[in-house]
């Protein structure tokens, strides 16, 4: 059975700090690039931060570069993503996914007409909220 099980979620004041974790676990992680999609009400998900499987590249959202960090450890089988200097625009629901490969869907910035089925997705977590007062 595939799981992604994420933590870290919580209330932070703005200006703070939070680090999220995802645990895999039922699918090759190696094979799969890892991040994640955040959502706040009424809002699309969007795409936050990705780490490819091989090479290790990473993208981010202009909106958080410079602030977070997606690392994932083969090891343990987690993806990581250190979040600092969060402000209230950072509120939402944060999921880890994982997509074959590549982080071709999570950094395209699908809107409601154009997404595919799971936003391009292979498998989904169920989320952690993460709430920045202001």
């Known amino acids: 059975e595939v799981q992604l099980v994420e933590s870290g979620g919580g209330l932070v004041q703005s200006g703070g700090s939070l680090r999220l974790s995802c645990v895999a676990s039922?699918?090759?992680?190696?094979?799969?690039?890892m991040g994640w999609f955040r959502q706040a009400p009424g809002k699309e998900r969007e795409g936050v931060a990705c780490?490819?499987?091989?090479?290790?590249?990473?993208w981010s959202a202009d909106s958080v570069k410079g602030r977070f960090t997606i690392s994932r450890d083969g090891a343990k089988n987690t993806v990581t993503l250190q979040m600092n200097n969060l402000n209230p625009e950072d509120t939402g629901v944060y999921y880890c996914?994982?997509?074959?490969?590549?982080?071709?869907?999570?950094?395209?910035?699908?809107?409601?007409?154009?997404?595919?089925?799971?936003?391009?997705?292979?498998?989904w977590g169920k989320g952690t909220l993460v709430t920045v007062s202001s």
């Open positions: 039922g699918f090759s992680f190696d094979d799969y690039a």
């Open positions: 780490i490819s499987s091989a090479h290790r590249n990473t």
């Open positions: 996914a994982a997509e074959w490969r590549t982080c071709t869907h999570f950094s395209a910035n699908y809107d409601s007409t154009s997404r595919p089925p799971q936003y391009g997705m292979d498998y």
